[in-house]
């Protein structure tokens, strides 16, 4: 289901436990390219492929500089 959508605290989870301020700072940095969450009332929800395509794309970014 690729409309899934997670809450923040999932997302945090997925990105290894990372602080609510992280998640601030990559939402707000340009240059990661981090996905926007979707508010509904005031809660951010996220899209759980785009999540996981970040991460992916996180993971063979660092693999590329290693090599």
Do not use: H
């Amino acid at each position: 289901m690729e409309n899934k959508l997670i809450s923040a605290n999932a997302v945090r989870d997925l990105c290894g436990g990372v602080s609510d301020m992280t998640l601030w700072r990559w939402l707000n940095d340009p240059d990661l390219a981090f996905p926007k969450p979707v508010y509904i009332g005031k809660r951010r929800y996220f899209r759980e492929a785009e999540i996981s395509a970040w991460i992916e794309a996180q993971a063979d970014a660092s693999r590329g500089a290693v090599a």
